[in-house]
């Protein structure tokens, strides 16, 4: 039986346990890619709790966590700045050269990146990282550029999928559940 074009594959897994950079689009990827405004014109964002959470665990396993995104919004400052995150890039049109210059702080190579994106904007990253990564809501031409497709969509799950990947590829997965099972966090 042949495996679907975007699943998570074996080799996939494998590519994964090297991934020392997660980096994320925010709208479409984190929130559900929806603008929401108030009756004063102001935006209101949704952020998924278990990809939050998901994101500290990537952290506190070693892996370096960043934000790039095309919009500019305090909100997503504040997420960023709640789940430890310091990697936060606001207002990016062209998201490559940002992802290729923190890479370049951080010692880490293209190919130790897995970057998650839904849109245009994202497609130079996807393509040129290591492991490019796109969600369900992402349109079919985004989609057929990344190496994987999470099942969760964008703001309901999808960086936490991805998360629990990377912990699981990087062996990290059994102790993770035990330290959960044997002390309250």
């Not at 245009?120 to 989609?143: F, M, R």
Request: hydrophobic share 40%.
């Amino acid at each position: 039986m042949s495996q679907e074009p975007h699943s998570l594959t074996p080799q996939l897994l494998e590519h994964l346990s090297t991934v020392r950079l997660l980096a994320l689009d925010v709208d479409g990827v984190l929130s559900d890619g929806q603008l929401y405004f108030d009756s004063n014109g102001t935006e209101i964002k949704s952020f998924h709790v278990l990809d939050g959470h998901g994101l500290k665990l990537a952290k506190r396993f070693g892996i370096e966590v960043a934000l790039i995104t095309g919009r500019t919004s305090p909100m997503v400052a504040q997420r960023a700045a709640s789940l430890g995150i310091t990697h936060l890039f606001q207002g990016v049109e062209n998201k490559l050269p940002v992802l290729r210059e923190l890479c370049q702080q951080l010692d880490i190579s293209l190919d130790e990146v897995a970057y998650c994106g839904d849109d245009l904007p994202d497609l130079a990253a996807i393509h040129h990282s290591g492991i490019g990564i796109s969600v369900p809501n992402a349109p079919p031409y985004i989609q057929q550029h990344a190496n994987w497709v999470t099942t969760c969509a964008g703001g309901r799950g999808a960086a936490r999928e991805i998360c629990d990947a990377l912990l699981r590829a990087q062996g990290h997965w059994d102790a993770l559940i035990e330290s959960y099972l044997q002390a309250p966090h």
